[in-house]
């Protein structure tokens, strides 16, 4: 059995007990890396051999002289590229940053270093996560390890696959729209977005200021509920982070549901839905029914208007974080220009991808005058609504049951050339952004095609210990993973 068969759980406690070292560990990782990411192109930076060791190294000696003490200690971990590694390349899978180092990491990098993680590398995303595929990239589409005809999801596709490939132990990802829910559903992994001002956001290169969230990527929930406790903390330098009293997240992984209340959106298993993800959806809610939890289907207004009024939101605000890379400063620059303001327009129109220039593009033209009122506060309008729908929902109901994705995992190019197809396939993950609530998603099944279907439990506000509970409480009941 290698190493990388483990759990992030089950690595560190043997990597504690001695069995096995932070080295040993991390060779196989890399070891697995070099043998497979040329199939599936999950990372944009892999680390280079010897200062990944050198690494491992430190933290063993440190753990035999009884420090760090944490879960994670010597475990490999990978990070999307949206995350400032200091002195990595960080490029958010954008020809505009092909070439950025940051001088500082981001907080969450630097709660996993404190304890005790070895990084590995900086996994592929859509470039500056707009997408939900990973074929945005500048650096190529990452493909999924169930199936390389077929998209890992995105924008965090980078990250599920290389899970699922066995090429890390855990990752962690960044959710705006469902970018760690919907490439866990498609590759088969347990992915969570904690609620919104859980982790830092200090260090992660923004793409919609007041929907991004960064979360784990793991083989299962108490590796996800063990690595939500590591990053989570107040950051002062993150205007949006919460002062929580309570992250022992851990202490929610109890195999008991009974008398758990779980509503089903009733909008979320209705037209659209693909058949054989519907069946197992409800599949996986009669396994909680019969574990004693209540289980029934509601009206969750307003979700139609999710999608709408993320993508005015979203984009606003992409148009407003990426005027920045004006090539200046840092990244790309065009070769030839006349003049500042053609060398604006030419390192912009040749460093963005299709997908980012329509999301800028859109953005700038909701926030113009004229449009500002009738687009973007009407989208703001309508958050808030969703808000209210959810907040009454969870007056009667602990948690919302659903599926991640309508489908399991497309073509690789079937989306790209379909913008609104593309967008439509985050339904049921937007809303949950648009009102900071937390998520999980956890396999619950297999379709026809051989491709693994995920299950959404979605929380009240600071109640992620809830969808801990009901996610554990269904993996243990399904046992483990799905391959």
């Known amino acids: 059995m290698s190493l990388m068969d483990y759990t992030a759980v089950e690595l560190g406690r043997k990597i504690k007990a001695g069995e096995v070292s932070a080295v040993e560990a991390a060779a196989e990782a890399l070891d697995s890396m070099e043998e497979n990411d040329g199939k599936y192109n999950c990372y944009v930076t892999m680390l280079d051999r010897e200062s990944v060791l050198k690494r491992a190294a430190c933290v063993q000696k440190q753990i035999d002289e009884g420090l760090p003490t944490g879960p994670l200690a010597g475990v490999p971990v990978a990070i999307k590229d949206n995350m400032c590694t200091k002195g990595v390349r960080t490029t958010c899978s954008s020809k505009i940053l092909y070439n950025f180092e940051p001088t500082f990491s981001s907080e969450a990098v630097i709660n996993l270093e404190k304890a005790g993680a070895v990084i590995l590398g900086k996994t592929n995303m ?5 997408g939900s595929t990973t074929e945005t990239s ?27 490939a066995k090429e890390c132990t855990y990752a962690l990802g960044s959710d705006t729209g469902g970018s760690i829910r919907q490439p866990s559903s498609y590759c088969g992994v347990v992915g969570m977005k904690p609620t919104y001002g859980t982790v830092s ?15 784990p990527i793991a083989k299962d929930v108490t590796d996800c509920a063990t690595v939500l406790e590591t990053i989570a903390s107040y950051d002062p330098k993150d205007s949006t982070s919460v002062r929580r009293d309570d992250l022992d997240f851990t202490s929610a992984l109890v ?3 009974a008398g758990m209340k779980i509503g089903i959106p009733k909008d979320y298993i209705g037209e659209g839905i693909d058949q054989t993800v519907k069946e197992a959806v409800l599949a996986a809610a009669k396994v909680l029914e019969e574990r004693g939890a209540v289980v029934e289907e509601f009206d969750l207004e307003l979700v139609k208007y999710a999608i709408p009024a993320y993508y005015v939101i979203a984009s606003a605000e992409a148009s407003s974080n990426l005027a920045r890379f004006d090539g200046v400063k840092y990244g790309y620059r065009t070769e030839q220009y006349d003049g500042l303001h053609n060398m604006y327009k030419k390192s912009r129109s040749e460093g963005f ?7 800028i593009m859109l953005g700038s033209f909701v926030l113009s005058s004229g449009y500002y009122d009738a687009y973007y506060l009407k989208a703001l309008r309508t958050k808030a609504l969703i808000k209210q729908a959810f907040d009454r929902a969870f007056k009667k109901y602990d948690v919302i049951l659903g599926p991640a994705s309508p489908t399991t995992a497309p073509r690789l190019g079937d989306s790209l050339g379909d913008p609104l197809k593309m967008y439509l396939g985050d339904i049921y993950t937007i809303s949950v952004n648009l009102a900071g609530l937390p998520g999980i998603c956890v396999p619950c099944g297999i379709d026809e095609k051989n491709l693994p279907i995920g299950l959404q439990l979605i929380g009240n506000c600071f109640e992620e210990k809830k969808i801990i509970r009901a996610a554990y409480a269904y993996e243990q009941s399904r046992g483990g993973n799905l391959k």
């Open 201 to 215: 956001r200090y260090g992660l290169i923004a793409y919609g200021s007041s929907l991004d969230q960064i979360g």
């Open 255 to 257: 195999d008991d549901v």
């Open 353 to 359: 991808g299709p997908e980012v220039k329509r999301r």
């Open 126 to 130: 859509d470039e500056f996560a707009m």
């Open 138 to 164: 500048y650096f190529g589409p990452t493909k999924n390890p169930w199936n390389t005809e077929h998209v890992p999801g995105g924008s965090s596709g980078g990250s599920a696959a290389a899970v699922a």
